[in-house]
């Protein structure tokens, strides 16, 4: 199955976020952003981000914890979008001061500030090369700003809910997934025996982040058809409400055959890193176990073969059963 995915909130209002980069006299960055890490990987992107505009050690560069009360009116880390706007943001925070350090150092050896480079710890001139840590503390004896914000809107996206128009994605992430399942005629059982995922990151900022994502949203999602059923008692309570009566995908139900490709085309829209986003649209890409598991029932059925397959998700045991015609509801 493919997945074609639209990135950006729908919501125009959101597509916005904004950083603080600050560089102390010891070399060392401080960056702060709006966006929220939780494992996914965020911060870490952004501290590449900023450490490649300065030309600095990633060891170099550290995130702080984020808080409305340094980034104020932060959008919700959410549509996958978290390293889009605030990495880009981070991106022109590091930028305005990098253009005050290279405009200091060009002011010293007399060329143009297009000729300074920020590279491996090191800031080059046509006419020498000096440490980066050194060019900090000469440039704050000098009075140079050493710190910046940064915003960043997402360009050329408009939406009108009202009449259904406009462009409310700024670029799309594509992926195709290959699954193989098999089931047990007579329980229901089933298992994902192998998945070979080809995922659209364009230019990517992490290739080992952004493959975990790309399992870890797969995986979720094979849970989300296969085990995780909502169940509610005769008094409506939820009777599915902890992983002690909920059944998500543990390591055993993970296929001994995972295979991610990564198709690594630049974003053709101006995305950070000629990056794209790489956080929900590999989930949907588990609808590919689902149809699997239909196919597998249909040639199950013997001489049933020819109706329609009714398979209500998620594909549970009794679910597949049911779908085989050998259990009465």
Not at 104 to 130: H, N, T, W, Y
């Amino acid at each position: 199955t493919p997945v074609k995915f639209g990135i950006s909130f729908t919501a125009t209002l959101f597509n916005q976020a904004g950083a603080l980069v600050h560089v102390y006299t010891d070399g060392s960055v401080q960056v702060n952003h709006g966006g929220t890490e939780m494992g996914q990987g965020l911060h870490t992107k952004v501290a590449q981000i900023v450490a490649d505009e300065l030309g600095v050690p990633f060891e170099r560069v550290l995130v702080t914890a984020s808080d409305t009360s340094k980034v104020p009116n932060a959008s919700a880390t959410a549509a996958s979008s978290g390293t889009d706007l605030n990495g880009r943001a981070a991106q022109f925070a590091a930028r305005t001061v990098r253009d005050n350090l290279a405009a200091f150092v060009c002011g010293l050896d007399g060329c143009g500030a297009g000729s300074i480079q920020f590279v491996g710890g090191k800031v080059i001139s046509p006419r020498r090369e000096r440490d980066w840590a050194d060019v900090v503390k000469e440039a704050y004896a000098n009075r140079i700003q050493l710190w910046s914000d940064g915003f960043y809107r997402t360009p050329k996206i408009h939406y009108d809910k009202a009449t259904l128009t406009g462009r409310p994605f700024y670029y799309f992430a594509y992926g195709a997934a290959c699954t193989e399942v098999a089931i047990d005629t007579l329980t229901g059982e089933n298992r994902v025996v192998a998945v070979d995922i080809l995922h659209d990151v364009g230019r990517s900022l992490n290739p080992a982040i952004d493959i975990g994502q790309i399992e870890g949203g797969f995986v979720q999602g094979m849970g989300w058809l296969t085990t995780e059923q909502l169940v509610w008692n005769d008094k409506g309570h939820l009777a599915t409400h902890a992983p002690s009566t909920y059944k998500i995908p543990a390591t055993g139900d993970i296929p001994e055959h995972l295979r991610v490709a990564l198709w690594h085309e630049p974003n053709r829209e101006d995305n950070v890193g000629g990056s794209k986003a790489v956080g929900e649209p590999p989930f949907m890409l588990a609808i590919s176990v689902y149809e699997a598991l239909r196919n597998a029932v249909a040639a199950g059925r013997g001489g049933a073969a020819d109706a329609p397959v009714q398979l209500v998700a998620p594909a549970t045991a009794e679910n597949v059963l049911r779908a085989l015609g050998r259990l009465a509801d």
